[in-house]
C-alpha cells in the first residue's frame, strides 16, 4: 500500500486547510485509513481516523475543529481543519491499516500555522 497525501502549506492562525490522501497498491487489504501529526520535538499523536464501515475515532482535543472524512471508494481520507492555532504547527501523516494489522505511512505534508 502507497499513501500520497497533498494540500499541506502555510495559514494565518484561524485559517483552514484540507488534506487529502490517497492510497494505491493493494488497496482492498484497507480497513481503516486517517492521519497523525507530529510536532517539532513532540511524539506522533493520533488526529484521526475513518474505518471502511464507518467507524470514527479522533482526538478529543481537536473533534471540534479537525474533521476526518472519507471516501473509500476512491480510497481517499480527508481531514479538514478549521480555525487552525500556532500550536497545530506539525508534520501531518496519513496512515492506513490493514485488516491483517499492518500499518502504513505516507510521506508525511507540512503544515504550517502563522500567529
Known amino acids: 500500500v502507497q499513501l500520497q497525501a497533498s494540500g499541506g502549506g502555510l495559514v494565518q492562525a484561524g485559517g483552514s486547510l484540507r488534506l487529502s490522501c490517497t492510497a494505491s497498491?493493494?488497496?482492498?487489504?484497507?480497513?481503516?485509513m486517517g492521519w497523525y501529526r507530529q510536532a517539532p520535538g513532540k511524539q506522533r499523536e493520533l488526529v484521526g481516523s475513518?474505518?471502511?464501515?464507518?467507524?470514527?475515532n479522533s482526538a478529543e482535543s481537536l473533534k471540534d475543529r479537525f474533521t476526518v472524512t472519507s471516501d473509500y471508494a476512491k480510497n481517499t481520507v480527508f481531514l479538514q481543519m478549521n480555525t487552525l492555532q500556532p500550536e497545530d504547527t506539525a508534520v501531518y501523516y496519513c496512515?492506513?491499516?490493514?485488516?491483517?494489522?499492518?500499518?502504513?505511512w505516507g510521506q508525511g505534508t507540512l503544515v504550517t500555522v502563522s500567529s
Open positions: 497498491g493493494s488497496v482492498s487489504s484497507i480497513n481503516v
Open positions: 475513518m474505518s471502511r464501515g464507518g467507524i470514527s
Open positions: 496512515h492506513a491499516r490493514s485488516w491483517g494489522g499492518t500499518t502504513h
